[in-house]
Structures are given as structure tokens and as C-alpha cells.
């Protein structure tokens, strides 16, 4: 079974950083494209971050792009996501994803496993 489990979430203020993980287990990580997603009280969940099965292709949502770094260790089964210069509208819950897409996407609905969310409130 695979298994995401984030890590990393927590209240911090504007212009902090955080660093959120996502430990992958059940398969074979490399197998699989990994992303960020992250979802507002009432709202959709929304794309941030993508990197494919080797880490070298990287793209990011407008609002994150300068901002936030993701990466990926294949050895160690991790993906990882550096939100520097954080803002009050980065509050969300975020979540990590892995599809069987190895360039991955920016559409939810094409992810098969999904972790259980971490909390990030920035105060302003």
C-alpha cells in the first residue's frame, strides 16, 4: 500500500519560512511524479508545485513561483518544499501527491495517492 505522510506544518508570520516533507512508502518512489497541493477553508484544492520522477523538471504555480522551492530525494523516498517569504494568503492545508505520471500534472484528479495534509497558517 502506498502510504504519503506529510510533515513540516505549523503558525508562523509573515515573511517566515517553512519547510514542509512528505515521506513516501509502499512502492518504489522513483516509479512515480510528485506534487503540492494546498486547499483553503472553503476553498478548491489548488495546484503549487510539481517535479517529475528524476527532479529536473520543476514548475510552479504563479502565486508561488520566486518562493517556494520543491525537490525530490529518490534515495530517501522524500519530497520536500521550501516556502520562503511566506504571505497570509499561503494559509492552507497543503498536501502531497504521487501519480504514476512520471512528468506528474497540475490537475488533482490525475494523482493516485494523496497524504493527509499539514496545516500552514501565516499571520500577517
Known amino acids: 500500500q502506498v502510504q504519503l505522510v506529510e510533515s513540516g506544518g505549523g503558525l508562523v508570520q509573515a515573511g517566515d519560512s517553512l519547510r514542509l516533507s512528505c515521506t513516501f512508502s509502499?512502492?518504489?518512489?522513483?516509479?512515480?511524479?510528485t506534487g503540492w497541493f494546498r486547499q483553503a477553508p472553503g476553498g478548491e484544492r489548488e495546484f503549487v508545485s510539481k517535479i517529475n520522477w528524476n527532479g529536473v523538471r520543476l514548475e510552479y504555480a504563479d502565486s508561488v513561483k520566486g518562493r517556494f522551492t520543491i525537490s525530490r530525494d529518490n534515495a530517501k523516498n522524500t519530497l520536500s518544499l521550501q516556502m520562503n517569504s511566506l504571505k497570509p494568503e499561503d494559509t492552507a492545508v497543503y498536501y502531497c501527491?504521487?501519480?504514476?505520471?512520471?512528468?506528474?500534472?497540475?490537475?488533482?484528479?490525475?494523482?493516485?495517492?494523496w497524504g493527509q495534509g499539514t496545516q500552514v497558517t501565516v499571520s500577517s
Open positions: 509502499g512502492r518504489t518512489f522513483a516509479n512515480y511524479g
Open positions: 501527491a504521487a501519480s504514476k505520471f512520471l512528468s506528474a500534472s497540475r490537475v488533482p484528479g490525475e494523482y493516485d495517492y
